[in-house]
């Protein structure tokens, strides 16, 4: 098992920027891919970054040019550097990590409210 708490949400206004970060305990050996997902009011939880542990990542378009994930060398923490925030950046961010033999699923952490407003 694998336990993830996400810290780091709160209220910016456009244009600025918010660092989460997510802290794994456990099982660190079975993660194969870190990332953050993100749910608003009335849609779908969506994929907003991933890495693996090559430090290849993975980006939503809408994240693209303004998101950067990055982890530590030992895999138990990985952060989200959000800059030129929007407010359709709105949103409760979730940390995920998708263990070998899965391609997603595993295990979230509880969520981190980020709201964009001026």
């Known amino acids: 098992q694998v336990q993830l708490v996400e810290s780091g949400g709160g209220l910016v206004q456009p244009g600025g920027s918010l660092r989460l970060s997510c802290a794994a305990s456990g099982r660190i050996a079975s993660i194969k891919r870190m990332g953050w997902h993100r749910q608003a009011p009335g849609k779908e939880r969506e994929l907003v970054a991933a890495?693996?542990?090559?430090?290849?990542?993975t980006y939503a378009d809408s994240a693209k040019g303004r998101f950067t994930i990055s982890k530590n060398k030992v895999g138990n923490q990985w952060y989200l550097q959000m800059n030129s925030l929007e407010p359709e950046d709105t949103a409760v961010y979730y940390c995920?990590?998708?263990?070998?033999?899965?391609?997603?699923?595993?295990?979230w952490g509880q969520g981190t409210q980020v709201t964009v407003s001026s």
């Open positions: 890495i693996i542990a090559s430090g290849h990542t």
């Open positions: 995920n990590a998708v263990p070998w033999g899965y391609n997603e699923g595993g295990w």
